[in-house]
């Protein structure tokens, strides 16, 4: 994707008609500009209001923007996405017990795994993005990302899960304690929305974040997770 998205290319991210896309942009009043002979958005303003707004789209518009972005990028949509890019990348770290330090511990656990390599630019770049708007989900799980993904060198796209000892206030605003962290990291916008959106689908069952909150060890949790991702994939 450009720098500069029209109503086109914003209305297939959401998996909407134009009417309908237009309808709900125009409810978030984002800055336009003239690009190219067309009226156009920032892409960074799109993806942040996308982000925002995939939190509160009913699930079978999340699967219609799920099954848009996949299409998009040439991914299947009936694969186990969620559950292969998150083998081997589920962390349970002993000593977190602020958000500051969850953040350190998910930039430095990212850059372990050679999709990164420069700690200190992706850890600047997540507190940027919980400075602006905090990512953290009344459901009890946070959605990381950078602020700005360009600004990055990124080897691969990046999907992990943190479940620290305990419970971190993490900017919800209702003031619920955040106990599931997931860091996406994605070059390529509308692979990133494609995962955003199955995880947002996902995560509207407090019994799969609930057996994730008591799964013993990481090889649990990834089979939960699977078993919540086919259960999706039988609704497509």
């Not at 942009?25 to 209001?49: H, P, S």
């Not at 692979?191 to 689908?201: F, G, Q, T």
């Amino acid at each position: 994707m450009d720098d500069y998205l029209s109503l086109t290319d914003t209305a297939r991210c959401l998996g909407m008609g134009l009417r309908e896309a237009m309808r709900e942009i125009g409810r978030a009043d984002l800055k336009t500009v003239m690009y190219q002979g067309r009226k156009c958005y920032f892409r960074r303003d799109i993806i942040q209001w996308l982000t925002k707004e995939f939190g509160s789209l009913a699930a079978d518009r999340l699967a219609a923007a799920e099954q848009s972005n996949a299409e998009t990028v040439g991914i299947n949509p009936a694969a186990l996405l969620i559950t292969d890019m998150l083998f081997s990348r589920i962390s349970l770290p002993y000593r977190v017990g602020t958000a500051s330090s969850m953040l350190r511990t998910i930039a430095s656990e990212a850059c372990r795994t050679g999709s990164l390599y420069d700690e200190k630019a992706l850890l600047e770049q997540l507190i940027l993005r919980e400075k602006a708007t905090s990512t953290a989900l009344r459901c009890g799980a946070a959605l990381a990302h950078p602020m700005d993904v360009s600004r990055l060198y990124v080897e691969h796209s990046l999907l992990m899960l943190f479940r620290p000892p305990h419970p971190l206030p993490f900017g919800e605003e209702s003031g619920r304690l955040t106990a599931l962290f997931f860091l996406l990291v994605f070059p390529v916008a509308n692979e990133y929305l494609h995962v955003l959106a199955r995880l947002n689908r996902m995560l509207r069952s407090q019994d799969f974040i609930d057996d994730l909150l008591i799964a013993r060890d990481e090889e649990e949790m990834l089979n939960i997770i699977e078993e919540r991702e086919v259960e999706l994939l039988k609704k497509l």
